[in-house]
Nanobody, 126 residues
Framework: QLQLVTSGGGLVQPGGSLRLSCAAS????????IGWFRQAPGKERQGVSC????????DYADSVKGRFTISRANAKNTVYLQMNSLKPEDTAVYSC???????????????????WGQGTQVTVSS
């Protein structure tokens, strides 16, 4: 069975760092992406970062470029999101998801994400 398990959230001060983990199992799709998303109170869910498993390409939301880094341990089916220089506006529930790439879009952020893990709370506050 497909399973996505997220972990690593917590409370940090502005400028601090966290690393989120997404452990995936049971995936059999050929052309798919793994992505990180976040949703802050009162705001729409936002795609944060993703990796196209088929070709290794990566994408980031403009708001996190230069601060967040996505990586994947292929042998362990685990995707990480290293978050540095955290800001209060990064506060949100973060979730990982998996889905098939859409042929009309190059960015894995536009994949058809259909499988979701549980959320983990990230709070950035002084």
């Amino acid at each position: 069975q497909l399973q996505l398990v997220t972990s690593g959230g917590g409370l940090v001060q502005p400028g601090g760092s966290l690393r989120l983990s997404c452990a995936a199992s049971g995936f059999t799709l050929d052309n798919y992406a793994i992505g990180w998303f976040r949703q802050a109170p009162g705001k729409e869910r936002q795609g944060v970062s993703c990796v196209n498993v088929s070709d290794g390409s990566i994408d980031y939301a403009d708001s996190v470029k230069g601060r967040f880094t996505i990586s994947r341990a292929n042998a362990k089916n685990t995707v990480y999101l290293q978050m540095n220089s955290l800001k209060p506006e990064d506060t949100a529930v973060y979730s990982c998801a998996a889905g098939r790439m859409k042929r009309l879009f190059k960015s894995c952020l536009r994949a058809d994400f259909a499988s979701w893990g549980q959320g983990t709370q990230v709070t950035v506050s002084s």
